[in-house]
């Protein structure tokens, strides 16, 4: 039934973890059981004859709980918050929508990685704002005819501008520029802008000579748009910022390890986005 209880091979039979206890004591009592099958003139006795009782009474007992609890989950699945599903709000409502570059491409590309079923990724690796401008949010407007969700939008945008030697405070405004029309024209929507988030510089500079990106200007476009955002004082964009509320690690200086993109799913699921 696909990645469960993050990673966690004890448990898969079911969306629920006590659940799957029951399961397992079913199928202990049950092995007991047979084992003493195997030695009639040993239920034969008079004492024992109550464990017989025992042991089928309370097998099919556990056997009916378990099923009974899978049928419960299936027919109020987004009420369940158990072992198949590692994030704390995930609601079937409500579709969320991650736009960002390659950051974000890497983890929706990544198998291993568990992905709520109610998110949707628009990324592509090395875009800039051009891109975001004229191919994503065409995209993002295809995404949300359907009137039947809730939307909520995360944007991670900005860490291939930086590497144009663009200043970042003014990329940073006209990033804000983009929010700003598309929190008016989508008042229903709530957007939630999330930070660059660090660099290793010796480690990328090391993989791409060519690199002028440093956390020095990524700390000044977050800052940017954190102002842009108290500023503007739209109650429908927020800011997410995973740069400090994060720890980060990264094999090529630039993009994430697996673990630490797990992690900024969950951030992005549980912490960032507000329901």
Request: net charge neutral.
């Amino acid at each position: 039934m696909g990645k469960i209880c993050k990673d966690n091979f004890l448990f898969f039979f079911s969306n629920s973890v006590v659940l799957d206890i029951i399961c397992y004591i079913a199928i202990f009592l049950c092995i007991i059981f047979l084992i003493l099958l195997q030695y009639k003139q040993f239920f034969n006795s008079i004492g024992l004859k109550k464990l017989k009782k025992f042991l089928i009474f309370t097998t099919s007992i556990c056997f009916l709980i378990f099923f009974g609890g899978n049928f419960e989950i299936l027919l109020h699945k987004d009420n369940f918050y158990g072992c198949m599903n590692s994030f704390d709000k995930v609601h079937s409502d409500t579709k969320n929508i991650i736009i960002g570059d390659s950051r974000m491409e890497f983890i929706v590309d990544d198998k291993e990685i568990q992905v709520p079923y109610n998110m949707v990724f628009i990324a592509k690796s090395g875009k800039t704002l051009e891109w975001f401008r004229d191919n994503a949010l065409p995209e993002f407007n295809n995404n949300v005819k359907d009137k039947n969700f809730k939307y909520n939008v995360v944007i991670n945008m900005g860490v291939n501008d930086l590497n144009y030697g663009l200043d970042p405070e003014n990329r940073a405004d006209e990033y804000y520029d983009i929010y700003d029309a598309l929190a008016k024209k989508y008042p229903q929507i709530n957007f939630y802008i999330m930070s660059i988030n660090p660099i290793r510089y010796k480690l990328l500079e090391r993989n791409e000579p060519g690199n002028v990106r440093t956390n020095e200007k990524i700390e000044d476009f977050n800052k940017t748009i954190i102002k842009n955002i108290k500023n503007d004082n739209k109650k429908n964009i927020h800011y997410c910022d995973a740069y400090n509320d994060l720890d980060f690690d990264t094999d090529d200086g630039l993009h994430y390890t697996r673990e630490t993109n797990k992690k900024i799913i969950k951030y992005i699921t549980d912490d960032c986005i507000k329901y």
